[in-house]
């Protein structure tokens, strides 16, 4: 992700004619980019069915998504990233319709995972540079409401994006929710063709010199604490849509519901978040991880009492929230340098986590069963909070 520090200076002088609908434009692509990539959760248990495959290898193609994502997420930002921006952002965009219009037709799992692969690819591309391109349009004055207007859309992605697919899954089928993505896309890559200016182009960054990064020890620590915080929230969120069915006994048609009631509930996770982590970053992140594992470590026990299932699963979604904002800030603040490098980092780091506990998961449960999901995530949670003050330790001796 770009920093709106870093998009306030690239700015021009005075905001661009047709910036704010463009601005506009980039946060709906952005939601709809983000969701593609979340949206695969909700329905798991719906391609499972449908493909005769297991839940733990349909929660592989999350996998798929998240390492593919971790692995060509810097180097491909640094690379394109000098491009003519509104080519660069019509291009990822076909390419998302494209791939979706694929998953929908996906005869098995193969095609399915060739499907997830071309927009992993594309997904930092378009993640990291689509605040600093809001915040040229927008001009000076105006960069920092221009990028949180973006982020707007990937925050929304992020709550919402999987309950979304899920309640689709539900109603019109797992194909048709792809074909509705890959519409989407293609009605933003001809909308921003249509709405949006042209951008000065970025210069191409040093990618060498901005490397000293992965040098600084206090900056490794917080990616690595980054890693095991999102290993994990995804341990036990890949599969909620499979708890609350089979665990839960909740009926397929309302799981969706369910998890945007979880989503919702995120909300106030984000505010909190964002508040806890301008003080104490590291702090924020060992506090909120303990109520994530409490969170997951109670949820299956509490699937017998709706009113007691319901409040776990809202401390649950208020910590797995506040943990997306505060892990992002807390790298970047950790970063002496090249914040826009450092931020994308973090979401590579994001990815290996993700990629990472949906393996984990899906390995769980078949071996000791989906109803020891929950402690399982809570011992990585544990991890994360052991780990917080080594991390913090390695900040005090910074020079």
Wanted: with cysteine; aromatic share 10%.
């Amino acid at each position: 992700m770009s920093h709106p520090a870093t998009a306030t200076r690239a700015a021009h002088d005075t905001t661009q004619p047709g910036a704010a609908i463009s601005i506009l434009i980039l946060a709906i692509a952005a939601f709809v980019i983000v969701t593609t990539e979340y949206l695969i959760v909700g329905l798991l248990p719906a391609l499972s069915r449908d493909l005769a495959i297991s839940i733990s290898a349909a929660g592989q193609l999350v996998t798929l998504f998240a390492f593919t994502v971790m692995l060509f997420g810097p180097p491909l930002t640094a690379w394109l990233s000098h491009l003519d921006r509104k080519k660069l952002f019509v291009a990822i965009l076909v390419v998302f319709a494209l791939s979706n219009a694929l998953a929908a037709l996906a005869p098995n799992i193969w095609v399915l995972a060739l499907a997830r692969f071309i927009p992993a690819l594309a997904l930092p591309v378009f993640w990291g540079t689509a605040s600093e391109t809001a915040g040229q349009l927008a001009g000076p004055a105006k960069a920092g409401q221009a990028v949180s207007r973006v982020y707007l859309g990937i925050s929304a992605a992020l709550l919402f994006g999987i309950p979304l697919g899920t309640v689709a899954a539900n109603s019109v089928g797992w194909r048709n929710a792809f074909w509705m993505l890959a519409v989407l896309s293609l009605a933003m890559a001809a909308a921003l063709w249509a709405l949006m200016p042209a951008v000065a182009r970025a210069p191409r960054m040093d990618f060498k010199q901005q490397a000293r990064l992965f040098r600084e020890p206090y900056f490794l620590a917080n990616v690595a604490l980054s890693i095991v915080v999102f290993t994990a929230m995804f341990t036990a969120y890949t599969y909620l849509a499979d708890i609350l069915e089979r665990l839960a006994g909740i009926a397929p048609a309302r799981v969706g519901w369910w998890l945007m009631g979880f989503g919702a509930i995120g909300l106030v996770g984000n505010w909190l978040g964002g508040k806890a982590v301008d003080r104490a970053p590291v702090k924020a992140t060992a506090g909120f991880a303990a109520l994530l594992g409490i969170g997951m470590a109670l949820s299956v026990p509490a699937v017998h009492s709706l009113p007691m299932f319901c409040l776990v699963l809202a401390v649950w979604g208020i910590a797995y929230t506040a943990l997306f904002p505060i892990c992002q800030v807390r790298v970047m603040s950790s970063a002496t340098h090249s914040q826009a490098l450092a931020g994308t980092t973090n979401v590579s780091a994001a990815n290996a986590g993700i990629g990472i506990g949906a393996m984990l998961g899906g390995a769980v449960i078949p071996t000791l069963g989906l109803d020891k999901i929950g402690y399982i995530s809570a011992a990585i949670a544990l991890l994360a909070v052991l780990m917080a003050p080594v991390v913090g330790a390695l900040g005090r001796k910074r020079p």
